[in-house]
């Protein structure tokens, strides 16, 4: 009996042994090569990973730059780091322009001015997904481009740029989908007088704003303290969100055609400004 009980654990030791790594090289087999060093600018399509760590103290350009359309950055859960440059850089983390289809993923981002800056009005299709963002100065996600997502991203301790005095944690121009992301900690430069936005859109047609938390506001004297803010908007539909903040602003819409259902809003002076009031908003004190 003592036997049979050891082969059986030694078989499903080696069943164990057989899946793990399969599951682990499976997404290094997906991967079109390696970024081994920053800073550098991806040309070819694909997807290309990270297997270890990278920082760089570079205080302007980009470490990664995206130069091509259909690529696809994943850290593997690896991080790229740039806190050693501090409060007065003006480096993005990864960057590209008017490119298609761009997508960062499983990344650890932290001590950027832009985390990641996916930037210009005729790019479309990206998606920043999976990322913990850390520690970057000014904005730590921003999506340009129509048919765009921005989902279940972590935004920790944004702010504090000596070039900015404004602080967002994410940000998307055009129709953006930004959706169950955890927005915590955006502070404006002290001393500043700047602005802390939690989630913003800009130039929207038809967008959602979905299951996302923002918490932990902080703006420098009277500026605003916006949980979720749009402008410039045909129509948005926030729905399911949960913002608490100590500030001006809970959900801030462009017009009347923006939709707000099913949200908590808790601590701001105004609630709801200039949305439509669908029903399902539980409005805190």
């Given at each position: 009996m003592h036997r049979l009980f050891a082969l059986a654990c030694l078989s499903a030791l080696a069943l164990l042994s057989a899946v793990c790594p399969a599951q682990a090289a499976e997404s290094y087999d997906n991967c079109t090569g390696f970024i081994t060093s920053i800073p550098t600018t991806i040309t070819t399509q694909g997807t290309w990973c990270l297997k270890q760590d990278l920082n760089t103290a570079i205080t302007s350009g980009n470490a990664i730059t995206i130069a091509t359309n259909n690529v696809t950055i994943d850290c593997n859960n690896f991080k790229l780091g740039g806190l050693a440059a501090g409060a007065g850089t003006a480096t993005f983390g990864i960057y590209s322009l008017n490119r298609a289809n761009a997508t960062v993923r499983h990344c650890s981002i932290r001590g950027f001015y832009y985390g990641v800056l996916l930037q210009g009005g005729s790019g479309s299709g990206h998606a920043v997904e999976d990322n913990r963002f850390?520690?970057?100065?000014?904005?730590?996600?921003?999506?340009?481009?129509?048919?765009?997502?921005?989902?279940?991203?972590?935004?920790?301790?944004?702010?504090?740029?000596?070039?900015?005095?404004?602080?967002?944690?994410?940000?998307?121009?055009?129709?953006?989908?930004?959706?169950?992301?955890?927005?915590?900690?955006?502070?404006?430069?002290?001393?500043?007088?700047?602005?802390?936005?939690?989630?913003?859109?800009?130039?929207?047609?038809?967008?959602?704003?979905?299951?996302?938390?923002?918490?932990?506001?902080?703006?420098?004297?009277?500026?605003?303290?916006?949980?979720?803010?749009?402008?410039?908007?045909?129509?948005?539909?926030?729905?399911?969100?949960?913002?608490?903040?100590?500030?001006?602003?809970?959900?801030?819409?462009?017009?009347?055609?923006?939709?707000?259902?099913?949200?908590?809003?808790?601590?701001?002076?105004?609630?709801?400004?200039?949305?439509?009031?669908?029903?399902?908003?539980?409005?805190?004190?």
């Open positions: 850390d520690g970057n100065t000014f904005i730590a996600v921003n999506v340009d481009g129509d048919g765009s997502v921005i989902r279940r991203n972590r935004v920790f301790d944004t702010g504090g740029s000596t070039l900015q005095i404004d602080a967002y944690g994410i940000s998307g121009y055009f129709t953006v989908d930004i959706l169950d992301n955890t927005v915590a900690g955006v502070v404006a430069r002290s001393g500043g007088g700047g602005a802390a936005i939690g989630i913003y859109t800009n130039g929207s047609n038809g967008g959602n704003v979905v299951g996302n938390r923002v918490r932990g506001l902080l703006r420098d004297g009277t500026n605003f303290a916006v949980g979720i803010g749009n402008v410039n908007d045909a129509r948005v539909e926030m729905r399911d969100n949960n913002v608490i903040g100590v500030g001006q602003l809970g959900l801030e819409c462009g017009n009347a055609n923006d939709t707000a259902k099913d949200n908590v809003i808790n601590g701001f002076d105004v609630a709801l400004i200039t949305c439509a009031d669908v029903g399902g908003n539980a409005i805190l004190p």
